[in-house]
């Protein structure tokens, strides 16, 4: 795996929760199923927290050495943006995008950063916030259309409203011009968050957070690729897979 050995066991963790929750907010799980399972993993991260967690992803990330001394609240975060994407509640405003993709994907990494014992430096939120929201703009651009037909927008609604993009242009199969536009702007944006996550940390935290580069380097490298191709995501399901195989093996001795 491309992490450092430090920070390979937190990352599997944090990303089989992400898995977790992602998997819940994708349109084809039922709605009402994503909202009783999401509240669960609200309580379970309360319960982490708190020191007594049952879920056995949640157990690992526990019983990981220097665990007693992590925050987990922040993990409350990305829950709560996941149960706001399944209710259908859409970005407003544009200066709302950084914080949901805080929430939904620099929030678990940086919890994974401080469990590996790096993160003391200020360049390691910064690098995690750009990087957080060049992953939220990269998945919108490879899934808009099948989440807009489910009735969920991704893009913030103000500047769907400023490019006369309407909800129809969305869910449309081939995206006419106005959006096409749009489309390759927020590439663009993405293109510039991936290269200021790869350029923010310092480099002192950059053996020990190699992963932050390697994902800012790749996603960049997938933003060239065909829009909407489902590949260009960075494939969590795998990492979770890995942990179940993982834990299975170590069970099994």
Known sequence: MFAAHEAREPLLGIYALMAE????SDPDTEADVARIKLAWWRDEMQRLAAGSPLHPISRY???LEGAAAI???????????????????????AAELQSHAGALF???LLVAARLGGAGS????????AA????????????????????GRILFPV???????????????RNPPPRLAAYLKWMRERAAHDFANAATALAPQERPSLRHLLVLATLGAKHLN??????AADFRLADLYNAWTAARRAAAAR
């Open 21 to 24: 929750w992602q998997a819940l």
């Open 121 to 128: 430096s200020p360049s390691v939120p910064i690098c995690i």
């Open 61 to 63: 990330l526990a019983n």
């Open 225 to 230: 690729g065909p829009e909407r191709r489902a």
């Open 131 to 150: 990087l957080a929201e060049a992953q939220y703009v990269a998945k919108a651009l490879s899934v808009y259309g099948r989440e807009a037909r489910a």
């Open 158 to 172: 103000d500047e769907l409203l400023a490019a006369g993009i309407e909800n129809d242009d969305l869910a449309a």
């Open 71 to 93: 925050d987990w609240s922040p993990l409350l975060r990305p829950v709560a943006a996941a149960a706001a994407q399944v209710a259908g509640a859409p970005l407003e405003r």
């Open 106 to 108: 620099g929030a678990p």
